[in-house]
């Protein structure tokens, strides 16, 4: 049986969510979405387009609705991002004072990578 599925949304737990959400909405022309309290307690932005996007948070202390803490950090490796023009990206990327590495060209694509101040690791990569 085949089933038609996409990736929503990932929920990222970050140190700063209202500076994370105008970083990513200036490196890929994203816009914030959304933005208040979390169920999990905390506050949240979802940053991305109309189809997709990140959600970044951060905990506050509180016990969330859910019951669970919602403030675990790690155990991601990266956030794969596809854009049109890698280029321009880069020197947005090198313009908010991060360090693009590990450029890459192979197939399907070229990419390359960078860490944000939250150690959080975003391979930026271009089909075209």
Sequence with gaps: MNTSSKLEHVNVTVSDPKATAGLLCKLFDWQVRW???SQMGGHTYHVG???DYVAVYTY???PGANGKP???RGG???IGVLVDDLEKVERRVIAAGLQPFNHMDYEPGRRFYFIDGDGIEFEVVCYA
């Design 49 to 51: 387009t109309d189809d």
């Design 76 to 78: 991601l490796n990266h």
């Design 70 to 72: 919602g403030r675990t």
């Design 60 to 62: 506050d202390g509180a």
């Design 35 to 37: 933005e208040g309290p």
